[in-house]
Every structure is written in C-alpha cells, then in structure tokens.
C-alpha cells in the first residue's frame, strides 16, 4: 500500500490492531519536518504525549529539545516518532505483538520521509530496529549501523537520561557523533555568508 502522510494519519486514528488502542485518548503519529533527513524514534508515548497527541512532549521531550539545541538542531530541523503511536499503560515497555501490531506504521513513515540517519532513542527502539531481542544500550549506543541503506545511531533515552543523568555524558558523545556525521553527509545548512 502507497500511503501519503494524510491517509496514513488517518488509518491511524482509526487503529484498532491492538490492545493500547482502547484506553489511548490520542495517537501520536509523529512530527517534525517532513523533509528532514534525520528521524528520532522514541519508545511510545507517555501520559502528556496521550493527552496532547504530540511525540515527546513531557519530561522526556524537554530534555530531548535540550539535546538537540546542544548540536545546533531543533524540532524543526528533525522528525519525531515513536515505535508504537499509542500510549502503553503505566508507561510500561510495548509488548512484542503491541510493536508487530504497530510496526507498519513506523515503516510507512520511513518510506513516506526517506531519512539519510535514523536515531533510536533507547533500547526498545534500537532493539526493534536492529531485530536484535538482546541488545544491551549500555554497549550498544554510540555504534553506527546501516539498515537498508540508512545510518543508524542507538543512543540513550532522555527518560532513561532523567533518571540517571551521570549517563548524559556519553550521550553528548553521541549527539556530537551525530552532528559530525550530518555534517560530513552534507545535511546541514552551510553558515550563512557574511558582510554580503
Ligand atoms: N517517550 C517516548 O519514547 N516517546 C514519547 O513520545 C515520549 C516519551
């Protein structure tokens, strides 16, 4: 199936695949610049993301704007998505069927925005994108993948980042991997001229 954003948002909101469809009082599809060439997936959304229907927009979504601000981006310069759209109940881990289930939906979006990097924000995401049940984010974070063509760059969760900010360290390390390696694809704005 061909989607385009809008019918995609719309198969969406009607999604009845799984069990996280009957308590959610939104779906969070994602945001962000439809253009960007970088995409950030988060686990699923969390109690203010159900309530507004925005990606990463509670405790979590400040720290990550921090982030971002820290390598010169901002939501506009990204997409934001999540691995399921629909909120787990206590903010727990989606169960294996829960991401099958919603799976098709995070591809669609890749498909529709064709990203140069993919950024998986915390194990879930970097586990369900390198199919890898196993994967430790402590060791993991930090390496490049290609998966199908797209760089791919595991790092922490800024939930995860919140609760044990020693850990932040590293992530800057990363976020400034990520900012070299845009720079070197050629994905970022070159300076502005000056005295022109
Ligand atoms: N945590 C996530 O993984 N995604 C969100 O959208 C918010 C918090």
């Known amino acids: 199936m061909e989607w385009t954003w809008e019918s995609l948002r719309a198969q969406m909101e009607g999604c009845t695949r799984c069990p996280l469809c009957e308590r959610r009082q939104h779906i969070v599809f994602g945001e962000g610049n439809p253009q960007a060439k970088v995409l950030l997936v988060g686990e699923g959304p969390g109690e203010v993301e159900d309530k507004e229907g925005r990606p990463f927009v509670g405790p979590a979504g400040q720290l990550l704007d921090r982030m971002l601000a820290s390598i010169g981006l901002d939501r506009n310069g990204v997409y934001i998505a999540n691995i399921v759209k629909c909120r ?31 950024v998986a ?13 196993d994967l430790r984010i402590t060791r993991e974070r930090g390496r490049w993948h290609s998966v199908k063509g797209v760089e791919l760059l595991a790092t922490y969760h800024p939930s995860f ?3 044990s900010p020693e850990r932040k360290r590293e992530a800057w390390e990363d976020l400034k991997a990520l900012r070299a390696r845009m ?10 001229a000056e005295g022109v």
């Open 121 to 133: 924000l915390g194990g879930t995401a970097a586990k369900v994108i390198l199919h890898d049940e």
């Open 88 to 118: 787990p109940p206590q903010n727990r881990v989606p169960l294996p069927q829960e991401v099958e289930a919603c799976l098709p939906f995070l591809r669609a979006q890749v498909r529709l925005l064709r990203p140069a990097i993919i």
């Open 161 to 163: 980042l919140l609760r």
């Open 183 to 192: 720079e070197l694809m050629g994905l970022l704005e070159p300076p502005e």
